[in-house]
Structures are given as structure tokens and as C-alpha cells.
């Protein structure tokens, strides 16, 4: 098993430019999350799914979108960047409420200047 | 709403001494507590976690937790540490009992950065 992936590893975006964080796994997990780490901050949550076709947002969902077409893809839209989006991104799954720990990629950095 | 607390930004301890990283949580109800370590440049790996049961929790790479329910409290510990323990640890809580349809949502602590010196 792969576990979880992310694509890309590095980013450097412009303001107002827009991009796709993609995020797969191969473990048939249902549930799927997004978030963003910041210096001294820890881990806030962007969006979360239960399943495919169904989403929600976490903590800290402006500017940025998801969708969940499938079990295995979990992409994170970010449309219009801005410097405050300048993060680490990671994406972790879990089989379910039960399954309690989560299991995580390798992250994106993403730069917005 | 929950929160967790890690008061200690960095902890150092040299090398075949034991460690311990302390977190403090905030929950409604019962909680569901969690430690995970992140490498440098990684993802964050699972170490261990409490559900219910023995208040002493065995995880991974030889680390341990205590959870103590009257003082909120589940610290990370190990009785003698290695070199390459050095990493950013991250404790995590979420309620024992899923309110709604929102899967098991984790509120994370800022994170204690553990240097092992030789």
C-alpha cells in the first residue's frame, strides 16, 4: 500500500493565482481531511469527508474548495491565493469514527508571493 | 468546544535519560486522546492513543502516555531516549462519542519540539 499521497511536494504560487493540492489513498478509507500547518500553530482543519460526494468544512475554509468524486481522491481547490495561504498542507484519511487514528501524507508547502 | 494545550514549545533531554512531553486537554465528555510525531519534512505518524481502559497506554518506538483523568493530563513518555527521538510531537483530542455526521475530528495541540542530545 501506498498510504496516502500528495502531489505536488513544493509549490510557489502568485497572488491571485489558483491550483489544485491533489491528495489520494489506497487504504478504501472513508473518511478524508485537509489540513494546513503553521509555524507554532499546529494542525487546523480546512474540509473533511465522510464519503464520496459528501464534504464539510472544518475550522478554516475560506478561499479554499474541495470535492470527493470518489473513495480513493480527496483534491483541495485554491482559488484566488493569497500571501495567508502561504502553508503546509496535509491531507489524512481514516477508515472510520471507530478507526480512531488518522493517517497522513508527506504534505505540500506551498509559497504564495 | 475542545482544545488541547502543550505548554512546552521544546524539551531537551540528553540521551539514555528518560523524556516526557506533557499535554493538557479540554473535552465534553469522555475523551478520546492521542499522541502522533512528525519528522522533519513528514507527515504526521500515529504514536499511540487512549480510548478507554488502563490509565498507562504502550505505543510505538517504546513511548508511553498517562492519562489522568482528575488533572485532564495525558503526557508522552519514555524511560530512556535516543538520539533519534528528536522530532516535533503533537498531542490531539476529540470527544468520545461522535455528536454528529462530522467523522472523528481532531483538535491538535501547537506542538513540542524534542531534541536528544548525545
Known amino acids: 500500500n501506498a498510504g496516502v499521497t500528495q502531489t505536488p511536494k513544493f509549490r510557489i504560487l502568485k497572488i491571485g493565482q489558483s491550483m489544485t493540492l491533489q491528495c489520494a489513498q489506497d487504504?478504501?478509507?472513508?473518511?478524508m481531511y485537509w489540513y494546513r500547518q503553521d509555524p507554532g500553530m499546529g494542525l487546523k482543519l480546512i474540509y473533511y469527508s465522510v464519503g464520496a460526494g459528501i464534504t464539510d468544512k472544518g475550522e478554516v475554509p475560506n478561499g479554499y474548495n474541495v470535492s470527493r468524486s470518489t473513495t480513493e481522491d480527496f483534491p483541495l481547490r485554491l482559488e484566488l491565493a493569497a500571501p495567508s495561504q502561504t502553508s503546509v498542507y496535509f491531507c489524512?484519511?481514516?477508515?472510520?469514527?471507530?478507526?480512531?487514528?488518522?493517517?497522513f501524507g508527506p504534505g505540500t508547502r506551498l509559497t504564495v508571493t | 468546544a475542545q482544545s488541547v494545550a502543550q505548554p512546552e514549545d521544546q524539551v531537551n533531554v540528553a540521551e539514555g535519560n528518560p523524556l516526557t512531553v506533557k499535554c493538557t486537554y479540554s473535552?465534553?465528555?469522555?475523551?478520546?486522546l492521542f499522541w502522533y510525531v512528525q519528522y522533519p519534512n513528514r507527515g504526521l505518524q500515529f504514536l499511540l492513543k487512549?480510548?478507554?481502559?488502563?490509565?498507562l497506554v504502550k505505543g510505538s518506538y517504546g513511548f508511553e502516555a498517562e492519562f489522568n483523568k482528575s488533572q485532564t493530563s495525558f503526557h508522552l513518555k519514555k524511560p530512556s531516549a535516543l538520539v533519534s527521538d528528536s522530532a516535533l510531537y503533537f498531542c490531539a483530542v476529540r470527544p468520545g462519542i461522535i455528536l454528529t455526521g462530522g467523522g472523528n475530528k481532531l483538535t491538535f495541540g501547537t506542538g513540542t519540539q524534542l531534541k536528544v542530545e548525545l
Open positions: 489524512a484519511s481514516s477508515y472510520s469514527p471507530d478507526s480512531y487514528e488518522q493517517y
Open positions: 487504504m478504501n478509507h472513508n473518511y
Open positions: 473535552v465534553s465528555g469522555n475523551p478520546y
Open positions: 487512549y480510548i478507554t481502559g488502563d490509565n
